[in-house]
């Protein structure tokens, strides 16, 4: 797990290998931060439409993996921020969320390349 804050915004990335599964985990690591993350991204949720996963306090942009094994992201943002969606344009597992803060925007890139994918360094 790792958190950092960055133009005002606190963040917090994991890759959970199955958010589920490890559910508790997660939990206790928000109860015990000092933070209270604006953005949160969570790569290899192992959910499948139909499993449904929210946090109070924060809107879900989530991005299942379908058909082909594990992964999936979500990410979470804080109710309080003015945020958009954007597309990625390119087949990197990804979710991109463009935020406002007090003078511009920023983008929060949430993606997962597994061991085995083989990325071109462009679509970077």
């Known amino acids: 797990m790792a958190g950092s804050q960055n133009h005002g915004l606190s963040t917090f990335q994991w890759n959970c290998n199955g958010l589920l599964a490890h559910a508790n985990e997660f939990k ?23 499993k449904n996963f929210s946090l109070n306090g924060y809107s879900t942009v989530r991005k299942d993996r379908i058909g082909m094994g594990k992964g999936g992201l979500i990410t979470l943002v804080k ?17 991109l969320v463009k935020i406002k803060t007090d003078k511009n ?13 083989n990325v071109d360094t462009n679509q970077l």
């Open 28 to 50: 206790q690591h928000l109860a015990d931060s000092k933070y209270m993350y604006d953005v949160i991204c969570l790569q290899e949720t192992f959910l499948k439409p139909g």
């Open 79 to 95: 109710d309080s921020l003015i945020y958009t969606e954007t597309d990625s344009h390119n087949d990197i597992e990804c979710i």
């Open 105 to 117: 925007y920023i983008t929060i890139a949430n993606l997962y390349i597994s061991p085995d994918q």
